[in-house]
């Protein structure tokens, strides 16, 4: 097993990364208090609530078991927790448990920053996602119907657990949609990680378990890091949105429907590389090489069929990293070398969505 | 004009104190973006929201209006702050301005700790219970049809306003309500505050305003100085909890209605010092003392007709200020100094509810 800490002052914790975490001691060890909300999803549930919650006994626990999918992170789902924890009479001193993905941390992670003003709040991420990036830096938060992941609060967990062994029964298309993420982390901030993943996508793909946990520790070592220098996305910390301001225009089109975070990230991660190419910042070939992994990672390259360069602007206009209207994008200035580009041209925009757009 | 500084580090704000602060430049001062979401209830927007628009026509504002009443502070009003605000397309650098009382303030400052994950916020209470309470500290939330204020977030104002002018509009009950919070402060933490207040109190309820305006401020700075040592209620700010325990039950009782915060807290008091009485800690004197300030206050000191022994203890059990389900409360151990009992002798509890119940 190995430990990483994310590093915030009083709010610093520890990320492990090992095999058996979730039957480990280490993870009872983790909670401080007697309540405990178990929160989950009907996917996961049925693979490993029962091994989680026999881990569990000594507390007093109660389980939520959500409805599975992006589209039911709301303000409504976020009330199935609310409620349970009221109708059991939890105090401020429960700790929330989030066993799953993305959608699930997010979800219970701002249950837990709200339900009584903030509560602790334990992460076992069950998608290869959810390890390396959403589990790391404490965004939480559900969606608003007129905007992706508006509504939401800065809360850091006490622990995250990254279980290997629970990727086992990952989907081969979720496996993919969290290599896009890893890839992120190449391309945004370490050419030399960007080149080991290309030598290593194959076992990564395949579930091998030391380049997986390689993958993990790395991804979750720069995010950490970047999130020690900018807890709160003043600055530096924008840069992990490289391919996310695209990403979010494709899943605000398609309802969040139909096409995973972790797809849509690759596909924006394709058109910042192509934007940064037009720019004269990337070479052809490092634009070709940034398609080529997301190709070979099953990840989608181009937009969904029938979304136009109009769709894209209008849906990125409400993304929150614009500041006061002007268009914010992350680019590349050189494959592993993200910056904040405050004024994308229109124009190179235009061109980029024409040409990939169909 | 004064100014407090309330001391939390990085997240220091001023409270001002005086007269037409609502049409000061300060107040145009205070704010740093370009984008402004003000929003009031029906009942403050006929009085004054004109006056504070024309104060604020150098920024973009959006309005939002808010069904008056705390039945209203739920995620139902919240939404539609975050819906005005994403159909106005307004960023993370958007401020938030709350002009009204306790339940516009804790609503759109819970709405300012959680759109985008956080955005400024700006407060301009209008009712004294505000001004001297819930506009210290940075507590925000909604109710929850389960309990009241459930749902929340530590989420300080950059500044707040406390004109001393809109309380000539405020209704002689909601005056009552605020003086309640005022002899809380004198309860809690200062005897010679206590019989200052006992010396002026016509005075206050006559809105006379050098009275209210050192009223106001000595308040202020108690609840300052008390937040200053513990801003997310780990100990000490507890203290200002006393008589908020049995005024939430008596409040949860009546579904919110017919009876306003300060009322419930004023009833909430007297049973606190019987309470405390009882327990031999204050004289027959002191609870007569206290029992007679509330009156003379125009509070309710016993409990809402038909409500009985039963109703309290079902709703403090809820009280977010349980610790894993043993009694908690704030008590006196003399008048001026408040004290956190956590193992409050239930037969005590029960014979002053036999005693007051009616």
Not at 111 to 127: C, E, H, M, S, V
Not at 142 to 159: E, S, T
Not at 207 to 235: M, N, P, T
Not at 242 to 267: D, K, P, S
Request: proline share 3%; charged share 20%; aromatic share 6%.
């Amino acid at each position: 097993m190995k430990t990483l800490n994310v590093d915030l002052g009083e709010r610093t914790y520890p990320i492990h990364i090992g095999h058996g975490l979730i039957d480990s001691t280490l993870l009872r060890s983790a909670i401080k208090g007697r309540q405990l909300l178990l929160v989950t999803n009907e996917t996961v549930a049925a693979l490993y609530l029962d091994r989680v919650l026999s881990n569990l006994t000594m507390f007093e626990v109660a389980t939520v078991i959500l409805p599975d999918g992006e589209d039911h992170k709301n303000i409504e789902t976020l009330d199935m927790i609310f409620s349970e924890a009221l109708t059991q009479r939890f105090s401020r001193n429960v700790t929330m448990v989030a066993l799953g993905g993305g959608v699930v941390g997010d979800i219970v992670g701002f249950a837990a920053a709200t339900y009584q003003r903030g509560t602790d709040f334990l992460q076992i991420p069950t998608t290869l996602l959810s390890q390396v990036d959403s589990s790391v830096g404490g965004k939480t938060g559900v969606n608003h119907r007129l905007g992706k992941n508006m509504i939401g609060a800065f809360h850091q967990p006490i622990a995250v657990f990254n279980d290997i062994d629970v990727l086992e029964t990952l989907p081969a298309r979720e496996m993919s949609a969290g290599i896009a993420e890893v890839i992120k982390y190449g391309l945004l901030g370490d050419v030399a990680f960007l080149s080991w993943i290309e030598d290593h996508l194959d076992e990564l793909m395949g579930k091998e378990c030391s380049a997986l946990s390689k993958a993990i520790e790395h991804s979750c070592k720069i995010k950490a890091e970047i999130v020690a220098r900018d807890e709160r996305e003043s600055g530096v910390r924008a840069l992990l949105n490289l391919g996310h301001t695209f990403g979010h225009a494709i899943e605000a089109h398609l309802g969040y429907r139909g096409c995973l975070h972790g797809e849509a990230v690759g596909t924006g991660m394709v058109l910042a590389a192509r934007v940064s190419g037009i720019m004269g910042l990337l070479s052809e070939s490092d634009v070709t090489r940034t398609v080529s992994i997301c190709q070979r990672a099953n990840l989608p390259v181009r937009p969904p069929k029938g979304m136009t360069p109009n769709d894209f602007l209008e849906h990125m206009a409400v993304d929150k990293k614009n500041i006061d209207g002007r268009l914010r994008l992350v680019l590349m200035r050189s494959l592993g070398e993200a910056y904040i580009e405050d004024q994308a041209p229109m124009a190179i925009l235009d061109d980029v969505f024409q040409a990939c757009c169909h």
